[in-house]
């Protein structure tokens, strides 16, 4: 169960003010940097960023970005967090059921600030739609 999600930073900037009448919508990266566990708790540092360009084609330019990072902490129980650090540590991924979680509160608070900074720059809003499900890798 997420218990507590912080943001220690909230950056946005437009590179092109000429081009910023030809934004596409942007291109979004929800990432986990870090794992680390305390007793029973996960706490695990994210950044968002929403990329924004003039088009889809492979000579795109940049029009700017919005970035937000911070920390995301998840209660479970301590075998369970146990587990997912050893995870993490191997593999730097984490569970399919915690990262599924934790993704989708990101997805949400971030998209939500992130509208926010949009608005103020002239951006489009960085929004995605739908839940995301993650599935092991085999």
């Known amino acids: 169960m997420i218990t ?27 990432n986990l940097e ?22 889809s084609d492979a000579d795109k330019k940049s029009i700017g970005s919005i970035k937000l990072s911070g ?11 146990d587990e997912a650090i050893k995870k993490w540590n191997d593999k730097r991924s984490l569970p399919s059921t915690m990262a599924e979680e934790i993704i989708n509160v990101l997805n949400f608070r971030c ?5 926010l900074v949009a608005y103020s720059i002239g951006f489009i809003p960085p929004i995605i739609m739908s839940a995301v499900k993650v599935q092991d890798q085999k």
């Open 4 to 30: 507590g999600l912080s943001m220690s930073k909230v950056e946005g900037n437009v590179s092109s003010m000429d081009l910023l009448s030809k934004q596409m919508p942007p291109a979004i990266n929800i």
């Open 34 to 55: 870090d794992a680390k566990a305390d007793g029973n708790k996960l706490k695990v540092n994210y950044s968002f960023v929403a990329e924004y360009f003039n088009s």
């Open 71 to 81: 920390i995301v902490e998840l209660q479970d129980e301590k075998k369970a967090v």
């Open 111 to 115: 998209s939500a600030t992130g509208t």
